[in-house]
């Protein structure tokens, strides 16, 4: 899989801004919790009043806050300012606030807080909290008369002033024995209460702070998640971008190595194999990488983050529901994993198989229906689309399976929190807008865990197809380029020389051709002709270095092949296959594929050497008349007649027609043989054939049997002398027709 990845190179631009959106949004999605949080506690329940310490506060009050203080008075007094006639900008300011632009303020009855920072204002609500509490409790006359049963009519803080220090002391350090003993949440609560009640006093409206507050949150909190789907809409579009980018990337070196390879690696890679390589296996790499970046970098910071969260947190009570969730999650995830492993890699093997077994069919069509074998065919592939069935469904059954248990996890560790957390909340050991944000937290942390286990299903069948890419990626053609190639002699061009050549197919045990020996000169026809299965198309293919020969030598233009450029070495060869092959396009592509500049009057000349004139213009667009993928709309002769026409108009040194006039009548035949005369006076002609009228003219005939050479020489000689060729000829022509000078032509 690494290997595939570090194509990635390419888009590494994208990638780091890929990185850098994801801590964006992971950043962003973290904050969200918080901003729940503030809302409910502080802007329901402490009506927008976000500490215990009053940023306004009347100097009579204070005065009174100040007997509750434990000698603290300076220490908190110095944080607030007494308001004169002539108040400061940021007095005049917090006043307005609270109080209004129009309110009349007498000088010197209102405490205005300094601009402080928030770690002094955190320090300073501890040393105020207690004192704002035990302040309400005297200030009503309820609770004073629980605390002193006997102050009757007295006002509690008419009796705390007029009773002695020493008395004072002793009630006030019970009190706050008494208040530290109560959970900070619900000091804090009535706190914030007591000071809402202050602020009532001085008549600031309370409903407009707290609806401000709210506002404000709000707009930060849809700030924040706006910043979140920019992030999320743009990490999409780039991801996207990235994995098409690398599919093409994948697909162009698949293709481009497959282009390079020989005959040996591509019978060792079936042709359905290659196509299922080059579009499922990458389209499955390509939809890893969209989810990849969100794995790799997004779900560790949510998941770390949101757990460093919770337990910074003040009321951590419940981190351990986070544990049981991860714990049963890993579980699922784990158990299908084992389950269905095994099942991609096989997966891919029966896409290939059916890729095959349909490919087969429909190129044999013809054959199938001939043979009446349809139903044959239709039960073969029955059978491997059922295989693929039976194990695709398996797989999907066991990955659809996961989702809905994930999703009971999530929705039985939601009521776990609730029922925890409102135990916590019963107590006043934790708030509601915390049991929110700790919900928040723990589906985030989940979410995160989820999107791994995700990508731990999708990973094995991503590096299967990872593993299959890049076996033909590393695979390295047998037949290749030396570092340093030599020039051909241009004093042999056209001279083909086959020095003691043998071969043998890679991993058979029996060798296919043997001691071969014969030389094909410029400006001569040599035939090679036998019996089926006597090795020469196996010839014709070590010339343009298909194969390589496993012994021996083969010169061209007095040059080893193995020692020339593959380039320079076909484009000497013009090269007519034994089955005419043709390319979607239109005659005139077909005709030019050698070289696009090729002109029109070369081509009409070597479509009429090959006798192709007469069915071209018969077209209703002549040359520019359509030809369907792999010429399926012209005959078997047509499309031969056509392959010939386009070797012609590569005007190579060397021509070699591999069987290439067995679907021509005679008289065709005959008449591109005597046109083909011309055109290649002065090149090397080598044709394969079975037809002993089509090679009897030749001036060096090669006859093969059982892959070695049994006889060389013109036609009269080898019918006297060569009893294989002789027989050869005689199953096709009769003693008169092959005495006559022309074979009876």
């Not at 013009?574 to 005419?580: A, N």
């Not at 008449?671 to 005369?677: G, I, M, V, Y």
């Not at 002065?682 to 049997?705: D, F, H, Y």
Request: proline share 2%; with cysteine.
């Amino acid at each position: 899989m690494l290997k595939v990845l570090k194509n990635l190179k390419k888009s590494l631009s994208s990638v780091i801004v890929i990185v850098i959106l994801l801590c964006i949004q992971a950043t962003t999605d973290l904050a969200l919790p918080e901003y729940t949080s503030k809302i409910v506690n502080i802007g329901i329940q402490a009506g927008g009043i976000e500490t215990a310490v009053p940023e306004i506060i009347l100097k009579e009050e204070m005065d009174n806050l100040l007997l509750f203080a434990n000698n603290q008075n300076n220490e908190i007094l110095r944080y607030y300012t007494l308001v004169g006639n002539q108040p400061s900008k940021q007095e005049e300011k917090t006043m307005n606030k609270y109080l209004g632009k129009d309110t009349k303020v007498e000088a010197d009855s209102i405490y205005v807080l300094k601009d402080i920072s928030t770690e002094e204002k955190e320090e300073l609500a501890k040393k105020m909290a207690n004192s704002l509490i035990e302040l309400s409790i005297f200030q009503k006359e309820e609770t004073a008369k629980q605390m002193i049963p006997n102050i009757q009519s007295h006002n509690g803080m008419d009796f705390l002033k007029s009773i002695p220090e020493e008395q004072k002391s002793d009630m006030l350090a019970e009190l706050t024995h008494q208040i530290d003993t109560m959970q900070d949440s619900i000091k804090e609560q009535a706190s914030v209460s007591v000071m809402k009640e202050l602020y009532n006093k001085m008549g600031v409206d309370t409903d407009k702070l707290q609806n401000d507050y709210i506002l404000k949150t709000g707009i930060q909190m849809l700030g924040v998640a706006s910043i979140t789907m920019i992030s999320a809409i743009s990490i999409m579009l780039l991801s996207s971008r990235v994995a098409a980018k690398l599919g093409k990337t994948l697909r162009d070196k698949v293709f481009k190595k497959v282009i390079h390879f020989s005959n040996k690696e591509l019978s060792e890679f079936s042709t359905a194999s290659l196509i299922t390589r080059s579009t499922n296996d990458i389209q499955q790499i390509q939809q890893l990488i969209t989810m990849l970046f969100r794995v790799v970098v997004y779900a560790p910071i949510i998941g770390i983050g949101g757990f460093i969260k919770v337990l910074t947190n003040s009321n951590n009570q419940m981190a351990w529901i986070i544990g049981v969730a991860i714990l049963a999650v890993l579980f699922v995830v784990g158990t299908l994993f084992i389950l269905v492993m095994p099942s991609f890699k096989k997966l891919q093997e029966l896409v290939d198989k059916i890729n095959q077994v349909a490919r087969e069919i429909l190129t044999g069509l013809p054959v199938i229906r001939a043979f009446h074998k349809e139903e044959k065919e239709e039960g073969r592939f029955e059978k491997a689309n059922y295989n693929l069935m039976k194990t695709d469904r398996f797989v999907s059954r066991a990955m659809s399976m996961m989702m809905p248990l994930l999703m009971l996890i999530m929705n039985s560790i939601m009521i776990l929190i609730v029922w925890v957390g409102g135990h916590g909340i019963d107590q006043g050991i934790m708030q509601v807008g915390d049991m929110m944000a700790f919900i928040q937290y723990t589906m985030q942390i989940v979410m995160a865990f989820l999107m791994i286990s995700m990508i731990s299903i999708m990973l094995p069948r991503a590096t299967v197809s990872a593993r299959r890419i890049n076996e033909v990626i590393e695979t390295e053609p047998a037949i290749k380029d030396l570092l340093e190639v030599k020039p051909f002699d241009e004093k042999k061009k056209g001279l083909v020389e086959f020095k003691n050549v043998s071969f043998r197919y890679p991993d058979a045990d029996t060798e296919v051709l043997s001691d071969i020996n014969f030389t094909a000169n410029p400006g001569e026809t040599t035939a090679i002709i036998g019996s089926t299965g006597s090795g020469k198309s196996t010839v014709v293919n070590l010339m343009p270095r298909f194969y390589d020969v496993t012994g021996g030598e083969l010169l061209i233009d007095g040059v080893n092949v193995k020692e020339v450029s593959q380039k320079d070495l076909r484009d000497k060869i013009g090269l007519v296959p034994q089955k005419g092959i043709l390319f979607s396009g239109t005659i005139e592509s077909n005709i030019k594929y050698a070289d696009d500049k090729i002109s029109d009057e070369q081509m009409h000349k070597s479509a009429e050497i090959a006798q192709a004139t007469e069915f071209i213009e018969e077209k209703e667009k002549k040359y520019e008349d359509p030809i369907a993928q792999g010429g399926s709309n012209v005959s078997g002769g047509q499309k031969q007649r056509l392959s010939i026409a386009r070797a012609i108009a590569k005007d190579p040194e060397i021509f070699i027609f591999d069987d290439s006039f067995s679907a021509l009548d005679f008289k065709t035949d005959r008449k591109l043989r005597e046109a083909l005369a011309t055109k290649t006076q002065n090149k090397t002609v080598i044709i394969v054939a079975q037809r002993i009228s089509t090679i009897m003219n030749a001036e060096k005939i090669v006859v093969l049997e059982e892959g070695k050479v049994v006889g060389i020489g013109t036609h009269e000689k080898l019918l006297k002398e060569n009893e294989t060729y002789r027989q050869i000829a005689l199953s096709q022509l009769s003693e008169e027709e092959l005495n006559e000078k022309k074979g009876g032509e």
